[in-house]
């Protein structure tokens, strides 16, 4: 039930509220009291919180003596809830979008928090035009395959560079092999995500086990090329350790005071 809260909350409702609608589909009409007894609501603001939910037209009163109230039907509620967030989507699209100035492409963003992260990697991957570029993590690739896999679809170019399992594919798919993955997010803090798209914008991110995740996103056209090299440059290496061996590819840093430090982020010792 608490998923359905958090779902209604979305939508304009507070949790009493919630409570004393879901408490109404369940049993109806009934009186402020029995809501209140029903949902767990406060008795001393249940009719606070019913009063809100008849202006939103979620509940109206039935006459009687007391009385009591009865809840518009779930699916009511849903359609006028969509028709109305459309309707104010469709007026602020046109109002906000005309008052909108026009922006210098150096603009940098920040996002934080995993969930808003993901969200705008997706929205990246929605609005790609030419060709997608990605550096991916496997424990961040079921959040975004299916999105991938529908541009793979509409036969969109994508090439990744995953630091995972050689049985996941997405794309023109390079594995990162020429070190463990463990030695990156050891030197980095963290697992450091990129997606570029048409080579004009570029979101750069840190997954972490143990914090929240933060990316920035930008058409800086600086950061895009240094987003973009990086990835060609992993990419291109990754293939040359295919050639020579990850054993012979290994043993240049491992053993040279300079390069361990370079991979690592070390000093030799």
Request: one cysteine or more; hydrophobic letters at 40%; proline letters at 4%.
């Amino acid at each position: 039930m608490d998923d359905v809260y958090k779902e209604l909350q979305k939508l304009g409702f507070s949790q009493y509220e919630c409570k004393a609608y879901i408490g109404l589909l369940k049993t109806s009409p009934i009186t402020g009291y029995e809501i209140s007894k029903r949902s767990g609501v406060p008795r001393s603001m249940i009719y606070e919180v019913v009063g809100k939910l008849v202006d939103k037209g979620a509940v109206h009163t039935v006459p009687s003596d007391p009385v009591t109230y009865a809840p518009l039907p779930a699916k009511e509620l849903i359609d006028r809830l969509r028709h109305n967030f459309e309707n104010s989507f469709d007026y602020l699209e046109k109002k906000l979008v005309a008052l909108e100035s026009e922006q210098d492409v150096d603009v940098i963003r920040r996002i934080n928090s995993n969930e808003h992260v993901i969200a705008e990697m997706i929205d990246m991957i929605d609005k790609a035009e030419d060709e997608l570029w990605l550096s991916l993590w496997e424990p961040q690739v079921a959040a975004v395959k299916k999105d991938i896999d529908r541009r793979l679809n509409e036969n969109l170019p994508v090439f990744s560079i995953l630091f995972g399992s050689q049985e996941i594919e997405i794309g023109s798919t390079t594995h990162h092999n020429y070190m463990s993955p463990e030695v990156a997010e050891e030197r980095i803090g963290g697992r450091l995500t990129i997606v570029a798209k048409d080579n004009q914008e570029v979101l750069i991110a840190n997954f972490s086990p143990n914090t929240n995740a933060w990316a920035i996103k930008t058409q800086d056209p600086a950061l895009v090329i240094v987003a973009m090299e990086y990835m060609r440059h992993d990419l291109m290496f990754s293939e040359l350790v295919k050639e020579v061996g990850s054993e012979r590819a290994a043993a240049l840093w491992q053993h040279n005071s300079n390069l361990f430090h370079v991979v690592t982020g070390k000093r030799f010792n």
